[in-house]
């Protein structure tokens, strides 16, 4: 199957820094997406990306879809504690089966006030 | 409804004993999944289901995993003969498709289930 490498895996930031994460992958996909997962729910959808190059923001997440197509990342500016949870990037292949989504690992991020 | 709705939330059950986890998909998604999250571990594709199409099962790791979906909407995912490597918090989605952009997945809440 399609292989989603992100990093980092854990982050333990203070309260107000920047984060950034990212995903890479070994095939070009056409859809790229960052979820966030809070303790004892599923993941909800943060951003979706649709092109090459596309820089998208929501509040205070901004996130990129790599000219590549092979990559994208995710900023969080001024982080507060509410940030904290699991950040999933998921991205929808090329060919693959119509909606179905690749995840990645995630990263664990943890904001100190 | 107004989310996808996952139940039970837990289960416990006793190595051996088949178990069925239910998902009531949004209301007009024509399409839904079943993904398996292990502690630690990201999003594990098991099956998916599109329309009257074929599921696509392939994700499924083993043949004591089945799953159908009635009438278009609810789903249920059965494992017959739970083994303690089953532990992990089973997550349902659906999305609404279309042919001209991928809108992303709602997921449930999950059905997380512990193999004693």
């Known amino acids: 199957g399609q292989q989603l490498n992100q990093s980092p895996q854990s982050m333990f930031i203070q309260e107000g820094e920047d984060v950034s994460m990212n995903c890479t992958s070994s095939s070009i996909f056409n859809t790229w997406l960052w979820y966030k997962q809070e303790p004892g729910e599923g993941p909800v959808l943060l951003i979706a990306?649709?092109?090459?190059?596309e820089l998208t923001s929501n509040g205070r997440l901004t996130a990129q879809f790599g000219i590549t197509r092979k990559d994208s990342f995710l900023n969080i500016s001024a982080s507060i504690p509410s940030d904290v949870g699991i950040y999933f990037c998921a991205g929808q292949g090329r060919g693959s089966t119509l909606g179905r989504l690749y995840f990645g690992r995630g990263t664990q991020l943890t904001v100190w006030p | 409804g107004a989310g996808v709705s996952q139940s039970p939330s837990n289960k416990v059950t006793e190595k051996g004993k088949d178990v069925e986890l239910r998902c009531d998909p949004i209301?007009?998604?024509?399409?839904l999944y079943w993904y398996r999250q292990s502690l630690g571990q990201g999003l594990e594709f098991l099956i998916y289901f599109q329309g009257n199409s074929a599921p696509d099962k392939s994700g499924l790791p083993s043949d004591r995993f089945s799953a159908e979906r009635t009438g278009g909407s609810v789903s249920t995912l059965t494992i017959q003969r739970t083994q303690q490597e089953d532990s992990a918090v089973y997550l349902c989605?659906?999305?609404?498709?279309?042919?001209?952009?991928?809108?992303?997945?709602?997921f449930g809440s999950g059905t997380r289930l512990t193999v004693v």
């Open positions: 209301s007009g998604h024509t399409a």
């Open positions: 989605a659906s999305s609404l498709e279309s042919g001209t952009r991928f809108y992303g997945y709602t």
């Open positions: 990306l649709y092109k090459a190059g």
